[in-house]
Each structure stands twice: as C-alpha cells, then as structure tokens.
C-alpha cells in the first residue's frame, strides 16, 4: 500500500508541474483559490487604496483590532482596550503571544512606528488623513508639526496610548483598515524597497507571502506562529486576479476558482439557474459614483456638474444594466448607517423626463446642443459591468448635446491615475465602507484626502464636516452635522452618485465560513474547505 500511495503522490506531483497547475494537491494542504476582480498594486498597507489589496492584507497582518466572518469587531494584535471617560484617550493591551512571523515579538513601539509612518510626508500614503483624529497627526502630515508630537505612545512593550483631538465614535472600527497595521521596522531598515517581496515580507497574520506573479497569482502560506494557528483551516490561499467577469465564472466552473468577488450582472439570471445559492448577492455598504474634475474647466461650473447629473437614468442602469442586483444612487452615503438619513440629490423625487427637460435647457444656456455639443471623456476600469454602464450613460448623454467617448484601463493603472490626480473629465469610481459611519464616505471628499480623486475644495464643505467632528461626543448632534455637511457635497455635485452597492459573489459550496456581511469581509483565516 505505501509503495503504491508513493507511486500515486510522484505521479500527482509530476501532473502538476508538468500542467503549471499551481492549485491542485495530492495528499497535501487544503488550497483556496480566491478569485479577485483586480490585480493588487502593494502589499504595503500604507500604499494601498482598493478593497482587492484589502482583502489579501487582512489575511496577510492584524491591527489592533479585527473584523471576524460577520464583519463584527474582535480583538486583533490587542486582547482589549480601555477608554477614558471623555472618550479620547484608548489604551490598548498587546496580546503576549503576538509575535511577527520572523518569530520577534509585535510591540506597542511597532504601532507607534507604523501610525508614524502612515503620517509622514514622505511615504505619501493615500489613506494619511484616516489618522486625523489622532492628537498632532494632521499637523505631522501637513509638515506644521513632528512625529514625536502624534498622540500615540508606547507606554511599556504591551501597552499602546493613543489620544484623540476629540472623541470618535467611528475609532475602533477605522482600526481595522489595512493603513493602521503595523510593519515591521527591522525587515524595513534591513531589506529596504525589498521587504514587501514574497519569502522576505515579515508579516504578524494568520498568512504569509509565498510568492507573487504578476497577472497570475499571489500565494499566500499558513504563518505557524500566527498565535491562533491551531485555527486556521486553511493552508493555502492563491489569490487569482481575474478581470474579465465572464472568464471568472467559466473558472469557476471549472473548479480553478473556489470563490469570486464580482459577477457579470447581465447574465445574473442565467448564473442564478446555473449555480443556485452558490451565488450571493445581498446590501452592500458602497456607492458606485463618477468622480468629475471640479477644477477643470468647463467642469467647475457646478451649474453644469448638476445639469449632467440630472439627465442620467439611475433607474435604467439599476434594472437594466445592472439587472437590479444594485439600487438607484442619490447621495454619497448609503443607506442603512443607524442613526443617519443620507442628504439626496434635490432632484431626486423629479421624473426622469422632467430631469431630462431641465438638464437640457440648463446646457443650452451655457451654450450645448447637438449641434454644438459638449465633449466629455468618461474613463472606467476594466469590467463589462463598468463599460455597459458607460455605454448606457453615453446614449442618455448624447440626445442632450453631450457627446461622449470613453477610455478603459485595467484596474490598477485606472486608480494609479486617479491616485495621482491626472487629467480627465469623468472617472468610474466607487466607494466601499471602510466603517460603519457615514464619515468614511464624507472624508474622501475633504482636500486633504488622498481620495479625493475630483480635488474638490469647499471651505463650507470643511467647516461643516469639522463642525460633524467638534460633535463627537454627541451623537444625534453629529449625525445631523455630518448630514448637513452631505447637503453641501451633493448640491455641488462634487460626485455624482449613481448606485448603492450590492455585493455579488460566487462562492463554491465546498468552502464554510463564507457568511454574508454588509461589509462583504471575508477574512480566510475564518473559511474551512470540504
């Protein structure tokens, strides 16, 4: 029996190398095949933006604090934490069995070191303004301040003091976004530029990095001295960026992916029949807007940003592009935040065909007709979901003197030139909750924010968003601030909204642990596979 087990493991192996099948073990680890939308652009937390680099840092470090398969907050490289009385100042316990996957030891100075470097300058994070809550972090970032001057200090080896300007409801839950993970300093001094490669990066997760090949796959390994180890299932994580939505599903069909992130809306119905409940598509807190060039012209006149705004059916993108797997968007912030009623576009309850009417005569007197139209680029991301959705918008556009081209990258160069403010007109975009708290959506539009793709620049807009932050502690009163702050945002169409996410997944039947979440978080370490 064993010569003839042997015999069957040299012939399994020799298959798969022989077929480049980096997915399929015999007698070995159990692998999950992640299907992602989207190559990632880094594994460093502080460079990266996307929810696909999201997903693979969750499985790669641990904050402070974590989300667990429900996307419900669980202790992280902390076992708990205090508050004070007024709400700014947390003292944080680190877990003593936490240790980096070198075997060294995850300390309070790692996260000093990490949130410094979120907040330097030089690094140039795109997420720097998230630590803004934090006493002298905003002064740090904008060189009016030192590093030393951050409220974040490590108290002993184990215990980590971090000090607010005011209280934040939302504080706990933004601790568990890739850019306040810690890094190791020692692998970074050592290694330079190269301590993010696989085998070298030094990571405190349940995972660690194998190996990268671009456009194929990132092979994410069991870390043995992540301190829950003796829970984690799986062994093996190959995430696979696969951009074209058709081509994923036929993968998984196949049985080369064991989930996908994304689905091709106009077959749902069919690959509802075909799968069944493999398929998953519930609420989702995210908006699917187009960001404009505010300070481009003719894009800064706002009479002009409304006017293009109005006249695009949501209702048809909602049921017939997206074949009502999302809903019809009026402000930036979804709905479904307790405590909050989001500020709508004030055309919102006007039929589309007075929409159409008054955008068409606020264009004639600024001058487009058919005749004399309107040209307007609309970039997206690679996605047959986000070019049909172009596509529908052009045709809506063009009866109204809009003419209308559009320009498709691949996702990571797409971001890489919003990321750097290049030059264009209207860009797909989207935005996924980082928090429960309509803050998350509201802050990418300030003028510090990294994301602020559009560069809007509102000093009411501001003031409003810092009158939402001096109400901290105040509940009701600040949801109302933050509400009225929206009021501004949308009434300058420093956005254009145009749906509310829902998730859309494929999730083999073979995998457990997958559960359904408005965050859509599925960390591995929490999956098992049959």
């Excluded at 641990?62 to 004070?84: F, R, Y």
Aim: no cysteine; hydrophobic share 40%.
């Amino acid at each position: 029996m064993l010569k003839n087990m042997l015999k069957a493991t040299v012939f399994a192996t020799t298959m798969a190398l022989a077929t480049g099948a980096f997915h399929t073990y015999a007698f070995a680890d159990v692998v999950y095949n992640r299907g992602s939308a989207a190559e990632p652009e880094s594994v460093d937390p502080h460079k990266t933006s996307t929810v696909y680099e999201a997903n693979i840092l969750r499985d790669l470090f641990q904050g402070l604090v974590m989300q667990d398969e429900k996307a419900n907050l669980i202790p992280g490289a902390a076992e708990s934490w205090t508050v004070s009385d007024d709400g700014t100042v947390y003292t944080f316990k680190l877990r003593k069995d936490g240790v980096w996957s070198d075997g060294s030891p995850v300390t309070a100075q790692d996260f000093v070191f990490a949130f410094h470097r979120l907040e330097d300058p030089a690094t140039a994070a795109e997420y720097a303004s998230m630590l803004y809550p934090v006493k002298g972090a905003e002064d740090f970032n904008t060189k009016k301040g030192k590093a030393e001057d951050m409220g974040v200090k490590a108290v002993d080896a184990n215990t980590l003091e971090v000090t607010l300007k005011a209280p934040t409801p939302y504080f706990l839950e933004m601790l568990t976004h890739q850019a306040t993970y810690p890094v190791n300093k020692a692998s970074m001094d050592k290694l330079g530029a190269d301590w993010i490669k696989p085998g070298k990066l030094v990571s405190n997760g349940a995972y660690t990095l194998a190996e990268w090949v671009p456009n194929d796959h990132l092979k994410l390994v069991k870390n043995p001295k992540f301190w829950d180890a003796a829970n984690v299932k799986i062994d093996t994580v190959n995430y696979i960026p696969t951009e074209d939505r058709s081509s994923a599903m036929k993968r998984f069909e196949a049985g080369e992916l064991d989930s996908y992130d994304d689905l091709p809306t106009e077959q749902l119905a069919d690959l509802k029949a075909k799968f069944g409940d493999q398929i998953k598509v519930g609420p989702y807190l995210g908006t699917y807007y187009y960001s404009i060039k505010t300070d481009k012209a003719p894009w800064d006149n706002v009479e002009l940003r409304n006017a293009i705004s109005m006249a695009i059916d949501r209702d048809f993108l909602a049921e017939k592009v997206w074949q009502n797997s999302m809903l019809p968007g009026y402000s930036m912030v979804p709905p479904g935040i307790e405590g909050y009623t989001p500020a709508m576009a004030k055309f919102a309850d006007m039929s589309q065909i007075d929409r159409e009417d008054e955008a068409k005569k606020i264009l004639e007197k600024l001058g487009y007709t058919p005749e004399h139209p309107l040209k307007m680029e609309i970039r997206y991301n690679t996605s047959e979901n986000h070019k049909n959705t172009a596509i529908a918008i052009q045709e809506q556009l063009k009866p109204l003197g809009v003419e209308v081209t559009l320009l498709n990258t691949d996702t990571k160069t797409h971001y890489a030139f919003l990321q750097q403010k290049g030059n264009y007109d209207v860009a797909r975009a989207a935005w996924i909750a980082d928090y429960k708290d309509p803050e998350t959506f509201l802050g990418i539009s300030r003028k510090a924010s990294g994301n602020n793709y559009s560069n809007y620049d509102s000093a009411a807009y501001e003031a409003a968003m810092d009158k939402a932050a001096a109400a901290g502690g105040k509940p009701e009163e600040r949801m109302k601030d933050l509400a009225a702050a929206e009021r501004i945002l949308i009434d300058d169409e420093a956005q254009i909204p145009l749906l509310y996410y829902s998730y859309h997944d494929i999730v083999s039947s073979k995998l457990h642990g997958f559960t359904d979440n408005v965050m859509d978080v599925h960390p591995s370490r929490f999956i098992s596979k049959d």
